[in-house]
């Protein structure tokens, strides 16, 4: 059953570079013409060199962008143009977890705190044993949430990003380069916790990577990108096995490991 | 904040205050025009004149002047006045409530304005109103606070008198208060009408003087706001569900309030060096225009007292400034 469908969708945004006299700015189109689908419980991998529109691409899935052209469905329901009243409701089951968990979390407010108010915003437990139940789960001690963003490591951050997004049980999340700033050892253990995340609670998942070699262990389906645009899309295996543009050819081909074996991560 | 470094940081401010007493002493005495010229009688024979100048200290060497200065200062004496023959700590003291009450009103407009004007146009940036903000800003930062104060004389004590236009209350009102912190006093001992009076008294200089101060609070604050927006933590806080008034408020205001802050501290002291212009527009009676009459009567010993009273006030603010950053910033309070 199809959770989240975009159509057709482009985006502009206001091109900065350029100063208009009079009138409007100069339009920027950062992507175009994209169409996407996941099913429930489905992990799309969404990979593509930086500035090629994936992270544009993951907010307009969860409508902090608003379209500029196509529709967008959630859950049956067209929210291309929903209004932040028509959202709000929906705003619990779409979640996102940052690339920079350093700059995703406020430098003002304690995890705890963090935690606390989404939590209460969605009519959800925010007492103490309930947030240390949730961080907990993502393997960080109770005490993490009398800490502030700065007094945590790089991992540990990201772990507070991922309970975040679990925290409110949502059924879609997009993970943004989520590992991109941690060491090897790290990384893997984040990407083992957001695997047992998604099989516990049947999240699909939208998961934004450079990586292709973590995208293959990961994901069932690989959307290459390229400009704003969608070039090559299929099961990871067969893109894998046969690219058919010579762009993901060159990415496979910039793999940094040698090889990987598929499944790594579960040993 | 640890020990050592408050200590370090009074320090400073006691070397800075000692750099400011020595400067504005050497200064005032080199500078032509003479507190002697102006007090002698006609007629006064150059024995009359060398007696005078021998009563005051003023023949011996400067940097022996600065020392017996100094010494009184460490006593908590600063002389006595040559034109009003009074001590200059009794004449401060009566003048300087009047000043703190303007400067720290004025602020108060100026932030409340300033914060409402950034929060505003951080709102709804990219629309209308936030082009009509900035120019808008744009004209109240070109203007300088005396320019402000004529205008307001001219417009609105003149052409149309709606508002008094110098002074600090109404003589014939007369509230029986103790101090000279009229508002403080007037709130405390509940006598409402006199206050009113008072800050209708107020309410132009200090205009003038927030005017410029809150359209750079707005500009800096807002574009710290618009630096804070585009955070990750502002798009969580959206996904969080919360509501645009309480991501503006309690996401992003505390985070850029920080580098606004540090900000005012320094404007604030501009503002109370505008004082002294704008309180002799307004003939308002506190230590500003209390200033241009000491230098106009070259009185020697009122004027250092004043640069005295001036420094100090800079410097509390600066260290008030430094431990407000302190105590927003988590990074800082837990170092
Ligand atoms: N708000 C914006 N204004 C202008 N350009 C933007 C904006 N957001 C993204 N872009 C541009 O769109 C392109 C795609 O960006 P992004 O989606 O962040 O790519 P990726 O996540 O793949 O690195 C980049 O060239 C970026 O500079
Ligand atoms: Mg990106």
Known sequence: MTLIEARNISLDVPDMSHQALIGQRRKLRILKNVSLSLKKGETVGLVGESGSGKTSLGRCLLRLHEPSEGTLAFDGQDITHASPAQLKPLRRRMQMIFQDPQSSLNPRHTIGSILATALKLNELDAGETSIAAILGRVGLPASASRRYPHQLSGGQRQRVGSALAVALKPEFVVADEIVSGLDVSTQAQVLDLLKGLRDEMGLALAFISHDLSVVRSLCERVVIMKNGEIVEEGLTADVFANPKTGFTRTLIASIPLPEVRPGWLDQ | ?335
């Open chain 2, 1 to 335: 904040m640890p020990f050592s470094l408050i200590l370090s940081r009074a320090l400073s401010a006691l070397v800075t205050l000692f750099g400011v007493m020595v400067v504005v002493f050497v200064l005032v005495r080199v500078a032509p025009g003479d507190p002697i010229s102006m007090m002698i009688a006609p007629g006064a024979t150059d024995a009359d004149i060398a007696a005078l100048r021998a009563h005051y200290g003023l023949d011996l060497p400067v940097w022996q002047q600065f020392w017996i200065w100094f010494g009184q200062v460490l006593h908590g004496n600063l002389g006595t006045s040559i034109s009003m023959k009074q001590g200059v700590i009794t004449i401060i003291g009566q003048r300087l409530p009047a000043t703190l009450e303007l400067a720290i009103f004025a602020l108060a407009m100026a932030v409340v304005w300033g914060g409402f004007i950034a929060l505003v146009s951080t709102a709804w940036r990219g629309a209308w109103v936030e082009r009509l903000i900035d120019n808008f800003n744009g004209i109240m930062l070109a203007v300088p606070d005396f320019i402000w104060g004529l205008a307001f004389v001219l417009v609105l004590g003149v052409l149309a008198p709606v508002l008094p236009i110098s002074g600090r209350s109404d003589p014939s009102i007369d509230a029986g208060l103790t101090t000279q912190f009229y508002i403080l006093e007037g709130l405390l001992r509940g006598k409402f009408a006199f206050v009113w009076d008072v800050l209708k008294h107020m309410l132009l200089p200090a205009c003038a003087l927030a005017f410029p101060l809150a359209a750079v609070i707005g500009r800096v604050l807002k574009n710290t706001m618009m630096d804070v927006m585009v955070q990750d933590y502002i798009t969580l806080a959206r996904i969080k569900g919360l509501s645009s008034l309480r991501i503006l408020l309690q996401e992003a205001l505390r985070n850029a309030a920080v580098p606004a802050l540090a900000l005012t501290g320094v404007q604030f002291t501009f503002l109370i060096g505008g004082t002294v212009i704008t309180e002799r527009i307004f003939s308002y009676p506190g230590i500003g225009n209390l200033a241009i009459d000491a230098v106009i009567n070259r009185d020697l010993p009122l004027i250092q007292g004043l640069v005295l009273t001036f420094g100090i006030i800079f410097i509390t603010v600066n260290m008030l400034v430094d431990a407000l950053t302190v105590w927003l910033n988590p990074r800082l309070r837990h170092a």
